[in-house]
């Protein structure tokens, strides 16, 4: 499988793009369908209450199908080359601890945050033909509806606090666990924003740069 790749360092922290296969991006689309019609596997699989998110929907992805459509290789391969082109370094774990899918729509959003374990990233499975406009227009005044926004430190000379990310389909970034950030809400579309994320454990000597134990 060819993965397209884009190291960032637009902040202290790198980031890595990285192009979801649209294969993949079906499979997991047709996945979620799946689970939208069934009550049952709706409720088995429902991870809203373990998010800080005031959207419709988040959803775990189950293991087997994580495995079997490719979706383990591709966070484990460019979490490798993440950490490669970061640290020049080769990792020798990845331990996934979960991922899962959030359906958004009109007026929801994920409030600042950040996550567990060591590694994260966050990516595009659906986007709206448009995610409304500013109220301002007149000012020129930049629309920040729908948008990804990857936060670290404070703004600076010479110095970004923040990077806002349009959502494009099959886009997906990597980033240190601890790196905040926030999707905005946005408006006039009924149409749904479907993200996909995910949680993973590297090998600790590479995580862990002061040498100490992890507690």
């Given at each position: 499988m060819k993965i397209e790749c884009k190291h960032i360092r637009h902040f202290g922290p790198s980031i890595?793009?990285?192009?979801i296969?649209?294969?993949?991006?079906?499979?997991?689309?047709?996945?979620v369908e799946e689970i939208i019609k069934s009550k049952e596997k709706s409720k088995q699989l429902n991870y809203g209450?373990?998010?800080?998110?005031?959207v419709t929907q988040e959803l775990y992805l189950d293991n087997e199908f994580i495995k079997s459509s490719g979706w383990?290789?591709?966070?484990?391969?460019?979490t490798k080359e993440y950490i490669l082109k970061s640290e020049g370094r080769t990792i020798s774990k990845?331990?996934?601890?979960?991922?899962?899918?959030?359906?958004q729509y009109q007026h929801?959003?994920?409030p600042t945050h950040w996550h567990s374990g060591h590694i994260s990233g966050a990516g595009f499975l659906k986007v709206p033909k448009s995610f409304g406009e500013s109220v301002q227009k007149k000012q020129n005044k930049g629309y920040h509806g729908g948008k990804?926004?990857?936060i670290h430190g404070s703004r600076a000379f010479l110095s970004n606090s923040s990077l806002r990310i349009v959502p494009e389909v099959g886009d997906f970034?990597?980033?240190?666990?601890?790196?905040?950030?926030?999707?905005?809400?946005?408006?006039?579309?009924?149409?749904?924003?479907?993200?996909?994320?995910?949680?993973a454990k590297i090998d600790e000597t590479t995580w862990d740069i002061f040498g100490g134990k992890e507690k």
């Open positions: 890595l793009k990285a192009k296969p649209n294969e993949l991006v079906d499979k997991i689309n047709n996945y209450e373990g998010l800080v998110g005031d383990l290789d591709f966070l484990g391969n460019c990845f331990q996934l601890l979960k991922t899962w899918v959030v359906r929801e959003f994920n990804l926004e990857l970034y990597f980033f240190p666990n601890y790196l905040m950030h926030t999707v905005y809400p946005f408006k006039n579309t009924y149409e749904e924003r479907r993200s996909i994320s995910f949680n």
